[in-house]
């Protein structure tokens, strides 16, 4: 039996396949427990060029994230799709266990490891809404109500003439350009008085004033939805009425950290649930790392899930080669 220290990664992400693949290079054994089927996390839903990520200014999120798995596969990388984390707890032996379960038959699975990641990444904020604006819920399983901004970007998709964004911040500036550049009208519809996008974002927007195609509504909100024939109706706070095809809730992100698995562990997190780390990615847990959007709320995109990805694998193999593992 192979002796090679076992490192699960929980989350198959670009942060967490960045760590697998060093840990890999490392001589290590990482093992990746993602829960969907693929590999990829949210990149995987991308359908946007990301012109930020250096050598490849052409290529989507979802071709990224498809690229980052087969690199993994080609390496033999252990992964296990289906695999959520049930348990994790300090042995009495110092040791970490982790017990993991899976959405096919199979029964679940226990290690014990010196090392654990967390790469679980971020969801995109919106449920809440939906339960408390009248109608949005009914409005989301039928299509015209969407959480994030995947949908605008796909292709082939009917956007209709009038779009309305939910949120003042980065997400809602950028597809708002996306769509103005289509020649679609959008309004954007944001409880604060001024916007939190980036500047930049912001005069992109602003350069279609003129043009009649943006509105900003500051200091309103959505507060009920209805069918208006082959339109909707959206009635914000103030009391007016916004004709639209869509509604988009681009209300920015959540940490996935809060999960009961975690529960035995003594992680800290900041006041909005991030997992706060080191500059080794280290968590106030001994032995646990935390990479990617989870422990990053300041910078979160592909680039920086990479580089943290890296620098947990690159601590991890160091502590093994001085201590055996990691030290406290």
């Given at each position: 039996m192979s002796q090679t220290p076992r490192v699960p990664i929980i989350g198959g992400g670009p942060a967490g396949m960045s760590c697998a693949l060093w840990l890999h290079n490392y001589g290590l054994g990482p093992i990746v427990i993602e829960q969907a089927a693929e590999l990829g996390g949210m990149a995987r839903a991308d359908p946007y060029p990301n012109p930020w990520l250096l050598g490849r200014p052409g290529a989507l999120g979802r071709e990224n994230a498809a690229d980052?798995?087969?690199?993994?596969?080609?390496?033999?990388v252990e992964t296990w799709l289906g695999g959520r984390p049930l348990r994790a707890w300090r042995r009495a032996d110092g040791l970490i266990g982790l017990e993991v379960g899976f959405a096919d038959p199979r029964p679940p699975r226990t290690l014990s490891c010196m090392a654990l990641v967390i790469a679980t990444g971020t969801a995109f904020r919106g449920e809440?809404?939906?339960?408390?604006?009248?109608?949005?819920?009914?409005?989301?399983?039928?299509?015209?109500?969407?959480i994030g901004p995947a949908w605008a970007g796909e292709p082939g998709i009917e956007l209709g003439?009038?779009?309305?964004?939910?949120?003042?911040?980065?997400n809602a500036f950028d597809v708002a350009?996306?769509?103005?550049?289509?020649?679609v009208r959008?309004?954007?519809?944001?409880?604060?008085a001024a916007p939190r996008a980036q500047?930049?974002?912001?005069?992109?927007?602003?350069?279609y004033a003129e043009s009649g195609l943006i509105d900003v509504r500051s200091q309103r909100e959505v507060v009920l939805l209805e069918v208006r024939g082959p339109r909707l109706r959206a009635r914000l706070s103030d009391g007016d009425d916004l004709e639209v095809d869509h509604v988009m809730l681009l209300f920015g992100y959540r940490p996935n950290s809060g999960g009961a698995w975690l529960a035995e562990l003594p992680i800290d997190t900041d006041a909005d649930g991030y997992i706060t780390v080191?500059?080794?990615?280290?968590?106030s847990c001994w032995g646990v790392f935390a990479v990617g959007d989870v422990a990053n709320p300041v910078h979160p995109c592909i680039a920086t899930a990479l580089g943290s990805g890296t620098m947990a694998a690159r601590e991890i193999q160091k502590r093994f080669a001085r201590h055996g593992g990691p030290a406290g």
């Open positions: 980052f798995a087969r690199h993994l596969e080609q390496l033999a809440e809404w939906l339960d408390q604006v009248v109608n949005a819920r009914v409005l989301a399983q039928r299509g015209r109500v969407h003439a009038h779009v309305a964004l939910i949120g003042g911040g980065d350009h996306t769509l103005l550049r289509k020649g959008v309004t954007i519809v944001m409880r604060a500047p930049l974002l912001v005069e992109r927007v602003s350069a080191d500059g080794n990615m280290a968590t």
